[in-house]
């Protein structure tokens, strides 16, 4: 089968393994049922030579062909062709008559508009070196004529094309040529068209005329995609076998569509479908229904099916919803390329008057589109919509879409590439490896720079990731590199990186900024009035405090372009269609060869995943404002700098100044103004790939001899956290990253404090790498407002604000002093000597030490802006002069004597210190990494006992004084270990990596196992979990029927077996893995519903196999908590932990209901509940990211609150000789005692992170799990 048909088989496992359910029915020519009745077009398969045109490229050995065409025509008719070079005027409005035309996409503007109507394919690969295709074209515009090409990459491949276009007419009896699909191409180009031709019966028979199936719409788009491909193989190789093919599937999808046709509409109608096939479809049946494979009354059969294609195409949900000018995204953007496309076919030939609204809404998307980048995220989807406006733009021949679009969207494309050939992140982001500047055919979007302007860094970029230090990556457009508007074949060196800024920034489009500003005018909170509680009273709408002109969307610092050289790229867009919050975080830091700040996921979009601030006000978080307001940005001739700012970011404005000195290092002051009094706890996170290590004040991150340093000059505290799942999932499953072991989440912490409005707190950290460690930053703190940094021997001081001295002064608020250069940055007045300099607008100062030469710079020197052809417009210094420059002005600027950042000066969270745990309370040594626990009654003593799972599948139990009861192996890593009642009888579930589940009996014996299916479709790519993930008992179908085993997956999937171990279904939950489920009688119908918290997008709730999604808060949600599970009397509920900083009680009544939601500050870790202190109520505890325990009551109501030293990973609730007590471990492994109101009684140091607090049944006594396996 095609190696690109389909990305998986799994839809034919499901169809064969149920294929009783839908019946069998092959779809094959014989059926011969139409769906509309449509006179195929004529066609005129021949071609006349009298009156024919020749069209030539303008270069002499091409015109030389054209002259030797014309002699043989003469020869043959009479006549006199006539040659002409390519008509720009024809590339936009076609052209009539029989004509032929020579060249490629680089040299022939008329064979570009065949190209960009795939009618040619002709570029610098295909046919490739020496190679040719001649084919006919009939009647190419629908204004009559039929035109040869002679497709040639290069003048031999033309010269060998004509010579057989001459002995093709030599041999003609009559002045006319015959219809023409004749191939001769190189090995190297014919190797793209060698996939194996199979199982077309099998594809045919997947098909079924049935509704509401994702899996059986998943077969007939798979028909599309392999007669798409067929098509296109036959198309240009000529090969039979591909034309076989390509008929036998056509014929097929004809069949079925034309007798199911309300079927076939509403499975091409599937969300899935975003219609990337449908343009190609009809373009190529244009040209090969010519070619005598097809009967007439089978081509009026196909006809009619296209034309319902093309119909289905128009009712596509996401145009029918689109309004009539915004900016356009992925789901929008291509169904209207693909309509475009289809109705262009039938309105040249059929001229159906349904055609011209059909074909509008297409247009609608393009011509109404605000944004000719995108409204979405992330350096994949950004990429989309640009591909696609050049689609557009060569197909309708309409080449505004690329003059106004292919400058800016190349630009901002290429500063998401770092020098490594690495795409960086911002938004959704495929894991490492998965997605390059070669994939999702995005690589055209640099190919067409690189054709239509001279800059080279367009190929470079593209020449780095292919043959850069990561080739590993997933570059499919290398693989079928045809059709990617490769308009040369080159080789582009290592540019001169002084020829570039050494940091840009690009701006957010006014249609994009428009947009989100109607949507938040518009914003109405997401749930009921009928909701009651304090989150719901302080509820505020999203402010746009930040003009358009303020904006940026992405910002790069580059140093160079060589692999040693830095990189660094900031985000200006907290918003978009997926809602990532990295406003003004850093999405990527490479250097010295090495990834070593990169913000790379797809489904998590909270401060938290994020190189940045996360800030906790009153123990709550909010979203992160929408845009980023940028100050600065520019490069002053060697040190780059810019200054950006989160306005009114949860109480306060958070501003970020980037200063790289020569491009060596990055100095980094997160500055944070508050707006509004109020309790603030301060996270700044750095998302690390590499080795890490405290030193000091110091994280030292190390990747196989290269070190990268971050060093913290702010009273702050230290912190690492490891993030083991999503480093497998992001860095060591598609393309394994050779130089880290470890992610490591980086956090500098200013503990909570009280602050009123108008005071200041912030982070000052200076990020460098090296490979030599004589050749590490190193750096001293001299004041609270004055560093040292010193690499080698040079030097420099940073001061903040203003610098008052006698040689040199300055009302700016920055400056750096080298060894070489001052610069002074938001600067309108400065004196230096006797010398006043004063500028009406605040500028970028920067004076040579030496010369005495200065520069003044506008504050947006480098902030990317273009004119109405698209080309960028660079600025210079604004005003320059000269000054007598003394060498010891700035020697001292007052600077008082060196004192280094003392430990004292770091805010502590409380005065209690940390009592050791006694080694006397070790229960028992697990001598193994925990990876799950869970505490029962194993042996029947009413005490409960501790089940062990650890990483390497080791399960044990111990009894409630330590004593090993016995051991079992499990295959892989053990993600949940549990013992569950199926009605009375205990079973032991356990749950691996590597998607095994065992079954155990009480005494740890075997029962059975169950292997679950792992291949590509079922594991996903993204997301933090990984194989099987949950099981639970559920009375799905009843307490008087036998219960069944729910098992969850990393992946959506979601399985029930019977006790026997039987598979007995599947279902696909929407969407992604399964964090966690739980199943209880919500609707009190004596049937248990399944609850299930999906890491994204929303929850799911199935209702009798009814599968109801949640389509609020989100996304992401970590932990399902049932409440009054077991009640006679009062309706279970289910508390929702999520990723939003929020818990939400929801029920089901007929509809799922939602009664509450509370801000708890952080993503939720933990939730537990019980009637601990015995009032007859229910208290709910919770423990978050954000350093918060919080008890609530049963109305959502905040009990009690507190703020810890670190985040919290457990909670639980205990009573000891008649009081209450509250327990909350914190990572770094302490236990926090807290009383019923609220006080901290004590907090406990244990030697390793604490994994579990295990609290008997009684709620008496607990047990403490470590993750080192300790249990005490």
């Known amino acids: 089968m095609f190696k690109n048909l389909f990305k998986s088989g799994f839809f034919l496992l499901l169809f064969l393994a149920n294929s009783d359910l839908f019946g069998a029915e092959n779809f094959h020519s014989a059926d011969s049922t139409i769906y509309e009745k449509i006179s195929p077009r004529l066609l005129l398969k021949t071609t006349s030579l009298l009156s024919i045109k020749i069209v030539v490229p303008d270069e002499p050995e091409w015109k030389a062909l054209a002259n030797d065409l014309q002699r043989i025509i003469k020869k043959k008719t009479s006549l006199t062709a006539d040659i002409s070079t390519p008509d720009p005027l024809k590339f936009v409005k076609g052209w009539s008559g029989n004509t032929i035309v020579l060249g490629n996409l680089g040299n022939n503007k008329q064979m570009a508009r065949l190209y960009g109507m795939r009618l040619s394919y002709a570029d610098a690969v295909y046919p490739g070196k020496a190679g040719y295709q001649l084919a006919t074209l009939i009647d190419p515009f629908g204004s009559g004529g039929n035109t040869i090409i002679i497709a040639a990459s290069d003048i031999a491949g033309a010269k060998f094309g004509t010579e057989r276009l001459i002995n093709i007419i030599k041999d ?9 699909l004749e191939v001769n191409i190189p090995i190297i180009t014919s190797d793209y068209f060698n996939s194996k031709i199979k199982n077309e019966d099998v594809l045919l028979a997947a098909m079924k005329p049935v509704k509401e199936n994702e899996v059986i719409a998943d077969a007939l788009l798979a028909v599309l995609a392999g007669i798409k491909s067929s098509g296109e193989y036959y198309q240009l190789s000529a090969k039979p076998e591909y034309g076989d093919s390509y008929k036998k599937l ?47 009354s089978e081509r009026a059969k196909i006809v009619s099916a296209l034309f319902l294609t093309c119909k289905a195409n128009y009712l596509d949900n996401y145009l029918v919803r689109a309004p009539e000018s915004a900016p356009r995204w992925n789901h929008e953007i291509f169904p209207a390329l693909s309509l475009v496309g289809s109705c262009n076919y039938f309105m040249n030939y059929y001229k159906f008057p349904e055609l011209t609204e059909w074909k509008s809404r297409g247009d609608m998307i393009f011509r109404g589109n605000t944004s000719y980048i995108s409204m979405d995220e992330g350096s994949d989807y950004l990429a989309h919509l640009p591909v696609a406006n050049i689609d557009y733009a060569m197909l309708s021949g309409d080449m505004k879409f690329i003059n106004r679009s292919l400058r800016p969207s190349a630009d ?109 005018d518009q914003n109405v909170p997401e749930f009921q009035e009928s909701l009651k509680n304090d989150d719901l009273k302080i509820q505020k709408k999203d402010r746009m405090s ?9 910002l790069t610092f580059r140093s160079g372009f060589g692999l040693n050289d830095n990189y660094l790229i900031l985000d200006g867009f907290s918003a978009g269609k997926h809602g990532h919050q990295d406003g003004n975080t850093i999405l990527n830091y490479s250097a010295k060869g090495r990834l070593f700040l990169n913000d790379r996921d797809y489904i998590q979009n909270t401060p938290e995943y994020h190189s940045g601030l996360v800030v906790v006000k009153d123990g709550k978080q909010r979203k992160k404002p929408p845009l980023v307001k940028l100050d600065w940005v520019a490069d002053l001739e060697g040190t780059s700098t810019s200054r950006s ?40 996170h750095w998302q690390s790939l590499g080795t890490p290590k405290i030193e000091d004040q110091t994280f030292r991150i190390e990747q196989k001899g290269v070190n990268m340093l971050l060093q913290n000059l702010a009273p702050a505290d230290l912190r690492m956290k490891d993030i083991y799942g999503h480093f497998i999932k992001y860095w060591k499953t598609v393309y394994p990253y050779p130089f880290a072991d470890n992610e490591t989440v980086l956090t500098e912490v200013i503990n909570e404090k009280e602050y009123i409005k108008g005071d200041h707190a912030g982070f000052i950290n200076v990020l460098s790498s090296h490979s030599e460690e004589s050749d590490a930053v190193q750096t001293k703190v001299i004041s609270s407002d004055i560093i040292e940094i010193q690499q080698g021997k040079s030097k420099w001081l940073a001061v903040k604000g203003a610098v ?62 273009y004119d109405q052809s698209g080309e960028p417009l660079r600025q210079g210094e604004i005003d320059s002069g000269q000054v007598q420059w003394k060498d010891d002005s700035v020697k001292t600027l007052g600077i008082a004597p060196a004192n280094a950042l003392k430990e004292s000066q770091i805010t502590r969270y409380d005065s209690f210190r940390s009592m050791q745990v006694k080694d006397s309370n070790k229960l028992y040594s697990f001598n193994e990494q925990v990876s799950s626990s869970f505490a029962t009654d194993l042996n ?42 199926a009605g009375n009888r205990p079973l032991i579930f356990i749950a691996t990596e590597n998607w095994y589940m065992h079954v155990l009996d009480i005494n740890g014996k075997e029962l059975w196992n169950y292997k679950f299916p792992d291949d590509a479709a079922r594991k996903e790519y993204k997301g933090n979990l990984i194989g099987i993930t949950n099981i639970r008992i559920a009375n799905k179908n009843g307490k008087d029927q036998e219960p069944v085993i729910m098992v969850g997956t990393q992946f959506r999937y979601l399985y029930e077996l019977d006790l026997q171990g039987k598979l007995r279904a599947e279902t696909a939950l929407y969407f992604y893995g399964i964090e966690d489920m739980e199943y209880a009688d919500l609707d009190a119908d004596g049937k248990e519903e399944g609850i299930f918290a999906l890491e994204y997008y929303y929850y799911t709730l199935i209702k009798d196999n009814e599968l109801i999604t949640g389509k609020s808060g989100g996304p992401g949600w970590k932990i399902a908590h049932v409440l009054n599970k077991d009640s006679k009397t009062v309706p279970p509920t289910v508390l929702l932990g999520t990723k939003q900083s929020e818990i939400r009680m929801i029920g089901f009544k007929d509809k799922v209901q939602e009664y509450w939601i509370t ?62 007590y509250y327990l909350a471990a914190t990572a770094q492994g302490i236990l926090y005692l807290i009383s019923e109101n609220g006080q901290i009684e004590s907090k406990v140091q244990f030697p390793a992170e604490i994994a579990n607090i295990l609290v008997g049944k009684d709620n008496s006594e607990y047990r403490i799990v470590l993750a080192n396996g300790e249990l005490y």
């Not at 034309?258 to 009809?282: C, D, F, H, T």
């Not at 309108?828 to 040579?848: A, D, W, Y």
């Not at 192996?969 to 270990?977: D, H």
């Open 250 to 296: 056509l014929l097929g999808y004809a069949s079925f569509v034309n007798k199911y046709p309300s079927e076939a509409i509403y499975q091409l109608g599937v969300r899935k479908n975003m219609w990337i096939q449908g343009e190609k479809l009809l373009q190529n049946w244009s040209v090969i229904e010519g070619s005598g494979l097809f009967s007439d």
């Open 412 to 520: 901002l494309h290429s500063m998401m590439i770092d020098n490594l050939g690495t795409l960086s992140g911002g938004g959704d982001t495929y894991p490492f490896g998965m997605s390059s500047a070669y994939s999702w055919g995005h690589s055209q979007l640099l190919n067409a720079a690189s054709w239509y302007y001279t800059d080279p860094i367009y190929n470079f970029l593209l020449e780095r990731t292919r043959t850069g230090p990561f080739p590993g990556q997933k570059m499919p457009d290398l693989i079928y590199p045809i059709h990617r508007y490769i308009a040369q074949l080159k080789t582009t060196g290592q540019p001169d990186g002084n020829l570039y800024p050494k940091v840009q920034a690009q701006e957010i489009e006014k249609g994009v900024y428009d947009d989100l500003k109607t949507l938040i």
């Open 645 to 684: 700012i989160v306005p009114d970011y949860n109480g306060l404005d958070w501003e970020r100044t980037i200063i790289s000195p020569e491009g060596k290092f990055f100095i980094i002051y997160d500055d944070l103004k508050i707006r509004e009094s109020g309790r603030f706890l301060l996270k700044n």
């Open 940 to 981: 029947s003593d009413k005490k409960d006992d501790i089940l062990l799972g650890g990483i390497s599948g080791k399960v044990q139990a111990i009894d409630s004084k330590g004593k090993l009861l016995w051991t079992f192996s499990a295959k892989g890593r053990v993600n949940e270990v549990s013992l569950q009642y």
């Open 1159 to 1220: 801000n708890v500050g952080g993503e939720v870790n933990d939730i537990r509940h019980g009637d601990f202190n015995n009032d007859g109520k229910f208290e709910i505890l919770a423990g978050t990211e954000g350093f918060q325990f919080y008890v609530l009551d049963d109305k959502g109501n905040t009990i009690i609150r507190n703020t810890l030293s670190d985040r919290v990973i457990k909670v639980a609730g205990y009573r000891q000789s008649g009081r209450t």
């Open 546 to 554: 930040v003009e358009q002109k303020e904006t940026f969307h992405k």
């Open 804 to 865: 008052n001295s006698p040689g040199y002064s300055s009302n700016g608020t920055f400056h750096l002093i080298g060894d070489q250069e001052v610069v002074s940055a938001s600067v309108t007045r400065l004196k230096i000597g006797s010398q006043e300099l004063n500028f009406q607008h605040p500028v970028l100062f920067k004076l040579n030490k030496k010369s005495g030469q200065w520069k003044a710079f506008d504050l947006l020197k480098n902030k990317i802006s």
């Open 172 to 180: 003609q009896k009559e002045s006319s040529v015959p219809w023409l």
